[in-house]
């Protein structure tokens, strides 16, 4: 069985701050993690995700999250918000070995604000 | 990335009647597809997983006759809403995996748009 945690359902943050998401995970076997951003009304947007390798994950538009076995992490981070940032964000976990089912957290919606 | 074309992006349709959402991969091959419902301030909750030529599996509570997926080739899904009522209005989104492509890694799988459906 497999969950994810996003811990706060509204984040608020000045344009320029620090952009900190958190996602907690359960997973029996190694996982897959994931982070989506989505606009309103729109698909989900792959920003990054962790498969195998290097813990520190960068993706697009200046994010990056750090797997941490230890403590069941994937928080997503972002040195300085920008409007654009203003989205929903959702942490997601799979099975290792391939795209298999895959569990969503329930999101977290990012304000910047100007 | 890879392209997923989800049509329509909005459909409002009469309670009792059925709606067809299609979900195209448009630059490869889309082994297996996923369907999603979003409900307003929740997350995604997968439907059901349909594989090229089979039938799609679907998840706990889902009714397969009222949700019907059909992935006859590897670039089409489809999902029809039988007789829709106003409890089936939500955000439906598909995401597809693909393989056969140089470059194309089978660790993600691309979304769709996304299909708001209203019943009335």
């Known amino acids: 069985a497999q969950s994810v945690t996003q811990l706060g359902s509204h984040v608020s943050v000045s344009e320029g701050a620090l952009v900190l998401l958190r996602c907690n995970y359960s997973?029996?076997?190694?996982?897959?993690l994931f982070w989506y951003v989505q606009y309103p009304n729109q698909g989900l947007q792959l920003l990054l995700k962790y498969t195998t390798g290097a813990t520190l994950v960068k993706g697009i538009n200046g994010f990056e999250a750090e797997f941490k076995k230890s403590e069941t992490s994937f928080h997503l981070t972002k040195p300085s918000a920008h409007m654009s940032d203003a989205a929903e964000y959702f942490c997601?976990?799979?099975?290792?070995?391939?795209?298999?089912?895959?569990?969503f957290g329930t999101g977290t919606k990012l304000q910047v604000i100007p | 990335g890879a392209v997923v074309s989800q049509h329509p992006s909005r459909v409002i349709c009469k309670s009792g009647t059925s709606v067809k959402i299609e979900c195209r991969s448009l630059d490869f091959q889309a082994t297996t597809m996923f369907w999603y419902r979003q409900f307003p301030k929740k997350s995604l909750m997968l439907m059901a997983t349909?594989?090229?030529?089979?039938?799609?599996?679907?998840e706990q509570g889902v009714e397969k006759d009222k949700f019907l997926i059909n992935h006859a080739s590897l670039t089409l899904s489809t999902l029809t809403v039988t007789s829709a009522h106003p409890e089936d209005s939500s955000f439906y989104i598909c995401s597809a995996r693909g393989a056969h492509r140089v470059g194309l890694s089978n660790t993600e799988a691309f979304f769709g748009q996304g299909t708001r459906l209203t019943v009335v």
């Open positions: 997601a976990v799979s099975h290792s070995g391939g795209y298999q089912k895959v569990t």
């Open positions: 997973s029996s076997v190694p996982p897959y």
């Open positions: 349909s594989n090229e030529g089979s039938k799609a599996t679907y």
